[in-house]
């Protein structure tokens, strides 16, 4: 079963829109990522959150927490067609090895 | 330095042959792990290692075995193919973290994999 699941399952957006995806997951965390994966190759790490952090920005990307929701958001700022992937949240927690991957979310940016 | 390397990147079998996917990293990384990724499913572990000579199951480990002999290299066996193992397989590494906090985990390019 996945700890994570991503909303929406899938958004297109025009270029130099911002691009919003969020994640909801189900047991307590020690940290929560998110990945990028283009089309045909491996994930890519982008962003990890601690439980005991709100907000956190890389660039054009801001990733918000909020532990007593469960959820978390991934936003990209003026995207770009580059940006066209698919996006995954991950969950680990406290002492454990694994990580959990949620569904998904594809993004299609329109130049 | 390459990350995470995947040995091969394509493969066709037929019903009941046998294969070993290999993953190797070269970042010194103590836990690895094996997952398969399926249309809409995203990702499910199949075994995971957090260390040289230790293995263990994870959420589809039924119909696959793994061997980590040495620390760089990730071994995922199919003893006997079955077409509902058709997949991309993806393996990974991370170090432990520090402390209690995880590490993010590196990633191969995958191998893909189609059982006829």
């Known amino acids: 079963s996945q700890q994570g699941e991503e909303d929406p399952q899938a958004l297109s957006i025009q270029e130099g829109e911002n691009a919003t995806m969020n994640c909801s997951y189900k047991?307590?965390?020690?940290?929560l990522q998110w990945y990028r994966q283009n089309s045909g190759r491996g994930l890519v790490h982008l962003i990890l959150?601690?439980?005991?952090?709100r907000e956190k920005h890389s660039g054009r990307l801001r990733v918000t927490l909020d532990t007593s929701k469960k959820s978390s958001s991934l936003l990209i700022t003026a995207s770009r067609a580059a940006d066209t992937a698919s996006y995954f949240c991950?969950?680990?927690?406290?002492?454990?090895?694994?990580?959990?991957f949620g569904a998904g979310t594809r993004l299609f940016v329109k130049a | 330095n390459a990350g995470v390397t995947q040995t091969p990147k394509f493969r066709v079998l037929k019903t009941g042959q046998s294969m070993t996917l290999l993953c190797a990293q070269d970042?010194?990384?103590?836990?690895m792990y094996w997952y398969r990724q399926d249309p809409g499913m995203g990702l499910r572990l199949i075994h995971y290692?957090?260390?040289?000579?230790?293995?263990a199951k994870g959420e589809v480990p039924d119909g696959y075995n793994v061997s980590r002999l040495k620390k760089q290299n990730f071994l995922l066996g199919l003893e006997s193919a079955a077409p509902s193992q058709t997949s991309v397989y993806f393996c990974?590494?991370?170090?432990?973290?520090?402390?209690?906090?995880?590490?993010?985990?590196?990633f191969g390019d995958g191998t893909r994999l189609s059982i006829l």
């Open positions: 990974a590494s991370r170090t432990p973290g520090t402390g209690t906090w995880n590490q993010p985990q590196h």
């Open positions: 047991t307590s965390i020690n940290n």
């Open positions: 959150i601690r439980s005991n952090e």
């Open positions: 991950a969950t680990g927690s406290t002492g454990g090895f694994k990580t959990i």
């Open positions: 970042m010194n990384h103590e836990y």
């Open positions: 290692s957090v260390g040289e000579g230790t293995t």
